[in-house]
């Protein structure tokens, strides 16, 4: 615990539940600190209910605490419960799903989305077998109804979103993918996560024409890649990402990749190949004055071996402020660093 630098922040503290909202405070990377997710009129709603309704929510049920409420929510839940949606839950600005304290799987339609909005904290949860869904109507942020078009099934999806962090959550096992982060979405976060059992895993980026996501600016860290996990962890269009102090449990394809002249700082990563030995993979047209896929101080077993594109020596560097740094630890204790990522199981009376 003491070498991550989130989990530092908040699990020492036995006494957590008496003030949850210090998590805002623990975030590091791009997404930097969630501050606007605490302070004055600040809602705090429990889930008691596991039901839903797209477009009439209840009152207790996820959907109406991430949709119906405003300005700013922090979201907990009474007890253990396993969530069925029934189409896509779409998120409001200035909302935290904080899972801590209670084991909450969440399944069922695309699963969970957030869409033009900011300052979103999605942590603790499990999430899980996420399918796709056809066009149709929910309650959108505001207590508006919105028109969705066909939604691919994937765990959680990022589209126009800023300023989102995406941490301690188990992850397997959707139709698409677990994590995508599209249409200019930057200022992201992924942390602290067990993404496994999974084809395409992290996707960063929406297509080769989306010239938007080239301001793209994603950390990746302390997340715990499979076992069985074939590929996207992540790839990557455009924009950039900090990939730092992950572990890698194998991949079948490749473990990350990209198109259309991105920059990734791999950096103090484990990987541990299985049956393939390639950890990076590229398509399209490679132009070494513009790609930038660098290895910094990463640790490779079993023959993995890493290409590294483009000029220059150690990489694009993130350039974080002071909200955003944290120290990337030695790679050989990565073992030790990643063993509690995914939803924790927290104490009923004092410890996460």
């Known amino acids: 615990m003491n070498m991550n630098a989130i989990d530092r922040c908040w699990r020492s503290n036995p006494y957590w539940r008496k003030n949850r909202q210090k998590l805002a405070l623990c975030s590091i990377g791009f997404v930097g600190k969630m501050t606007n997710n605490i302070g004055r009129n600040l809602v705090h709603y429990q889930v008691t209910d596991p039901t839903d309704d797209p477009l009439t929510p209840r009152p207790g049920t996820l959907r109406y605490g991430a949709t119906m409420i405003k300005p700013k929510v922090w979201i907990t839940f009474q007890k253990d419960m396993h969530i069925v949606l029934n189409k896509p839950l779409l998120i409001s600005s200035y909302t935290a799903i904080d899972g801590r304290g209670a084991t909450v799987h969440i399944t069922g339609n695309a699963c969970l989305m957030v869409s033009r909005a900011t300052n979103v904290i999605i942590h603790g949860l499990i999430i899980h077998h996420c399918k796709a869904q056809a066009a149709g109507r929910v309650m959108g942020p505001g207590s508006k109804i919105v028109s969705l078009g066909h939604v691919d099934g994937d765990a959680i999806r990022l589209v126009s979103a800023s300023k989102i962090w995406i941490d301690h959550n188990t992850l397997y096992r959707c139709e698409d993918g677990l994590i995508d982060v599209t249409r200019g979405s930057t200022d992201i976060t992924i942390s602290n996560n067990w993404l496994r059992d999974q084809d395409k895993v992290i996707l960063l ?100 071996s890493f290409a590294q594109i483009g000029a220059g020596r150690g990489g694009v560097k993130p350039h974080y402020n002071a909200l955003q740094r944290f120290p990337v630890v030695d790679a050989k204790w990565l073992r030790s660093l990643t063993s509690s990522s995914g939803a924790l199981r927290c104490s009923p009376r004092s410890r996460c």
């Open 205 to 304: 980026g929406h297509d080769d024409d989306y010239i938007w996501d080239r301001n793209m600016k994603v950390t990746l860290v302390y997340n715990h890649f499979g076992p069985n996990c074939n590929q996207r962890m992540p790839r990557i269009r455009y924009g950039y990402a900090h990939v730092a102090n992950n572990l890698y449990q194998g991949w079948t394809q490749y473990a990350i990749g990209g198109s259309m002249n991105p920059s990734v700082k791999s950096e103090a990563n484990l990987f541990m190949a299985s049956k393939s030995k390639q950890i990076i993979w590229s398509t399209g047209k490679v132009e070494n004055a513009k790609w930038n896929f660098h290895s910094v101080r990463d640790v490779f077993e079993n023959g993995a």
